[in-house]
């Protein structure tokens, strides 16, 4: 490995884009489908907990008469859900057809954009590859700590921009900037903040040399400590969820995952690879300067007794697009390097990657197939109570969960609304994350913090209503159809045995309340 220092392409030379062939794509379907045997997918999990009722309300909008507001205030700010219901209508396809189809063609496309960004850095073909390998099999590795993957198990408005900005990057460097900004545009379309930080990358790529100093010795200048937020009492309870945001209060291992891609990437910068072509020293160095930047805007907003107005703008998001760029640059140096045109190098470097992956995957979602394909039985109990309350409950009928349930066992992370298609009060899980971004707007605003109102304190009285859950009796449940208007409920067994039940399977029974 050479370590002589690169001479910098001018910004000013255009680079030229290389086709892809049928051989190319043969091999990216291949790499798609083994990203999809490591990484798994799941429907209904996570932030679909909030996209997926949204599209079901588009498609019948009988669905959720109750507390709709706690998915529809963040799903206005994107596109996702009305582009993802037009395909349903004007195909005719099923949703969760249609969504999987999503997952694997964002999962092609990202790698299709990985292999096309490989090759304005590296000229030999074992690069390329190693830079597609590498992203394949680290899509859902932790971006430190910012409760981020490269790209998630499921079809997220993330995994749509994260292609735009892919392919925005990759015009830019080839100064091809039109379909780059109408590229950009589509991005801001289903997620506007995480295009935004895109987009900031975009344009230092951009623009012409700037003398600094090494980029990762940028955070020497951050401030360090930081005292608890002092918010009022709604946002306290609400930011106690929400530490991703707050970097200063991650755990020093956290802070590892921000700056050892900074180095790397400053060190990589260095290099000039065996005929290597000029954007690498370029992309490494902006890239490094990037993320030096973006984590001293996030400690300056997080610093202090009382965080910025814009702390929830998380511009520590932007390592998920930096994780990328560094896994690919990674790959694309051991291909070239160490791997090489052996192919039992390939195999010893990547299986054992690929095996923690899947272990990773297992550990994280232990009672779900790998696979949740669709129109395949559920053979989780969670699930099963979901569907039944799916085939036989009214549609207006409204429902109480344990405000944490996603985190019990053997839920795996699944979403009430979207998979049993009724209204439920809030929960401590997802709905606050929908919650954090209605402070943050309110807050934009108002000079004093958020005050208890909208939103943020109906899901608070919710949140106080359900607080002891496990502890609940009879009339605890009938406070909640007084005060609430609740009908039925979810529970876990063993547990609360004074209410008829109309459904129980081993671990969970819904019971109507009298």
């Not at 020093?252 to 005929?275: A, D, E, K």
């Not at 067994?493 to 109309?502: L, R, S, Y």
Request: net charge positive.
């Amino acid at each position: 490995m050479s370590g002589s220092q690169a001479s910098h392409t001018p910004a000013s030379e255009p680079l030229q884009p290389v086709s892809t062939t049928w051989r190319d794509l043969f091999i990216l379907i291949l790499l798609t489908i083994a990203a999809l045997l490591v990484h798994g997918y799941h429907f209904g999990i996570e932030d679909e907990a909030i996209y997926l009722p949204a599209i079901k309300k588009l498609l019948h909008p009988g669905l959720y008469p109750f507390d709709s507001e706690f998915f529809l205030a963040q799903t206005r700010f994107t596109l996702f859900d009305e582009m993802i219901a037009a395909i349903v209508r004007v195909t005719g396809f099923s949703l969760s057809w249609t969504l999987f189809v999503g997952y694997i063609l964002s999962v092609f496309l990202v790698l299709l954009g990985c292999l096309k960004l490989s090759r304005l850095c590296f000229a030999e073909r074992t690069a390329h590859w190693g830079s597609v390998a590498m992203v394949g099999a680290l899509l859902t590795i932790p971006v430190t700590g910012t409760a981020l993957y490269i790209l998630d198990q499921h079809l997220h408005p993330r995994s749509l921009s994260t292609v735009a900005v892919l392919f925005g990057l990759i015009w830019v460097l080839e100064k091809r900037y039109l379909p780059a900004a109408l590229v950009f545009v589509a991005g801001t379309l289903v997620h506007a903040q995480m295009t935004f930080y895109g987009l900031l990358l975009a344009a230092m790529l951009a623009v012409g040399p700037i003398r600094v100093g090494n980029g990762f010795l940028a955070l020497a200048a951050a401030p360090a400590g930081a005292n608890p937020p002092t918010f009022k009492q709604i946002w306290a309870v609400v930011s106690a969820t929400r530490l991703h945001h707050y970097p200063l209060k991650w755990a020093w291992y956290l802070w590892v995952g921000v700056i050892g891609p900074l180095v790397f990437l400053t060190w990589f910068s260095t290099f000039r690879p065996h005929r290597g072509v000029g954007c690498f020293s370029h992309l490494c160095r902006r890239t490094a300067l990037y993320g030096t930047l973006c984590t001293i805007a996030a400690v300056i907003l997080t610093a202090g007794s009382q965080p910025h107005r814009l702390a929830n703008l998380q511009p520590m998001r932007s390592f998920q697009l930096i994780y990328l760029i560094f896994f690919l640059i990674l790959g694309g140096l051991i291909g070239r390097w160490i791997l090489r045109a052996r192919p039992a190098r390939w195999v010893c470097f990547f299986l054992p990657i690929c095996f923690l992956m899947f272990a990773a995957q297992r550990a994280e979602f232990p009672s779900s197939p790998h696979i949740e394909l669709p129109g395949r039985a559920v053979s989780n109990d969670w699930l099963r109570a979901f569907d039944w309350v799916r085939l036989h409950t009214p549609q207006d009928a409204y429902f109480a969960l344990d405000p944490r349930y996603m985190y019990r066992r053997g839920e795996d992370n699944h979403g009430f609304r979207g998979l049993a298609e009724r209204s439920m009060m809030a929960d401590y899980v997802k709905d606050v994350a929908v919650v954090a971004l209605s402070v943050t707007a309110h807050t934009i605003g108002a000079a004093d913090g958020p005050g208890l109102s909208g939103l943020p304190l109906v899901w608070y009285r919710h949140m106080q209503a359900l607080h002891g859950w496990e502890h609940f009796k009879l009339e605890d449940f009938e406070r909640l159809k007084r005060e609430f208007g609740v009908t039925w409920v979810v529970l876990q067994k063993p547990g609360f045995d004074d209410m008829p039940c109309e459904y129980e399977n081993t671990h969970i029974k819904v019971c109507r309340i009298p």
